[in-house]
């Protein structure tokens, strides 16, 4: 007899099946798998600036000691460097024993010689960012401002360069506004520290004699640095905003919602000097906002008028007699922004899912669903 073929078999490709889908969750697993996910990021957290922490501690001992025994020994700079020579041998897995490193723990302790200020706030940030502020910050008064503020605000150190190089400390609250009688207190003083005079639009690359157009959508080209540059709690909602009133369409150049001051902010972009009519149109637009787009529980909305140039006398007789909250600052288009910035900004991606909630929060609240605090 001849060999007779085996028929052939048909391989089905057996796809292995992950935990999740062989053993199925019971009533309530979600929520702890929720609550046991936060609990270990928070303590990963934790754990991160403890260590943060017992490393600042160390270098300000290590900067204290050094310090006093050159005042009261005599110490010369020369012995820096034979301590980080015997120290590198000691620890050779260990950074931070250079002869430079160990003279900035030297600066960094006399800056600081209280030690209960070391403990609770610079051990907040990194020493990397506190390197920094000793470059760069000789005021101790300015220093200590930019180091709230990156606890606040969770800022990188290229961030933190940024806002330093561009003179924030200077220009934070510095706008020229109404808020101190249009708004209740708190809300003013929350509401002044949030305008800069100036903004710097140094990221966007446009010419001196660019158009109210052409520079309301290069912003909306860097977004992302347009954000930063206004500052944390700034929420995107639209450009060119379309409203209907009394059957006639007008627009808003640019609208957001601020998280922390729970308000709309109008923002409207002049290419020339401040003029008084720019108040009378902004008051209009607050009015529309406040009443097409407020939810009950908002605060009165608030306006900018951002202009190449303004006269501080004229905007404070226009101000004067205003009811609508509104405050006016100048812009510049011309400095230049640090190159490794952007890598510490956020991923197109982070910034997509962030526009997109400020439009869903936006349409919850023109529909008057309640928002939460």
């Known amino acids: 007899m001849g060999n007779k073929e085996k ?24 929520e702890l798998f929720e609550n046991l996910k936060n609990r270990i990021r928070n303590s990963q957290l934790r754990a991160g600036l403890a260590v943060n922490k017992e490393l600042i501690l160390l270098y300000w001992d290590i900067g204290r000691q050094i310090l006093q025994r ?6 010369g700079a020369k012995v820096i460097d034979r301590l980080a020579y015997d120290l590198s041998r000691e620890f050779p897995d260990m950074k931070g024993c250079s002869s430079r490193n160990l003279k900035y723990m030297r600066a960094f302790a006399e800056a600081y010689p209280i030690k209960q200020f070391v403990q609770e706030v610079l051990a907040q940030i990194t020493w990397y960012h506190n390197i920094t502020l000793l470059d760069k910050i000789k005021n101790p008064v300015e220093r200590e401002w930019y180091i709230r503020q990156t606890i606040q605000h969770g800022w990188s150190r290229n961030v933190l360069v940024h806002q330093i190089e561009s003179g924030l400390y200077r220009r934070q609250g510095k706008a020229i506004t109404n808020f101190d009688r249009t708004l209740p207190a708190p809300q003013s003083e929350l509401a002044q520290q949030i305008l ?27 977004i992302r640095l347009f954000l930063l540059e206004l500052g944390i709690g700034f929420s995107f909602v639209g450009s060119q905003y379309h409203l209907e009133i009394g059957r006639q369409d007008f627009y808003i150049d640019l609208l ?47 306006g900018i008028i951002l202009c190449k140039a303004k006269n501080k006398v004229i905007v404070e007789y226009t101000l004067r007699d205003t009811r609508k909250p509104i405050g006016v600052s100048g812009y510049k288009l011309t400095e230049s922004l640090p190159k490794n910035l952007k890598g510490s900004l956020p991923s197109i991606k ?10 869903t929060l936006s349409l919850k609240m023109t529909k008057g669903e309640s928002k939460d605090n």
């Open 196 to 222: 800069k005079d100036p903004y710097m639009f140094d990221f966007i690359s446009i010419g001196e004699e660019a158009k109210e157009r052409n520079i309301e959508k290069a912003l909306l080209e860097q």
């Open 350 to 359: 982070e910034l997509e899912e962030s526009l997109s909630a400020s439009s």
């Open 70 to 75: 050159q005042q009261q020994e005599g110490w």
């Open 7 to 30: 028929p052939k078999q048909s391989k089905t490709k057996i796809i292995p099946q992950t935990v999740s889908q062989l053993i199925k969750a019971p009533a309530g697993y979600k």
């Open 256 to 302: 957001f919602y601020h998280l922390r001051l729970r308000c709309f902010i109008v923002i409207d972009l002049k290419i020339g000097e401040f003029q008084p009519e720019y108040a009378g149109k902004m008051n209009f637009y607050l009015s529309a906002v406040d009443d097409l787009l407020r939810h009950k529980d908002d605060q009165p909305s608030i």
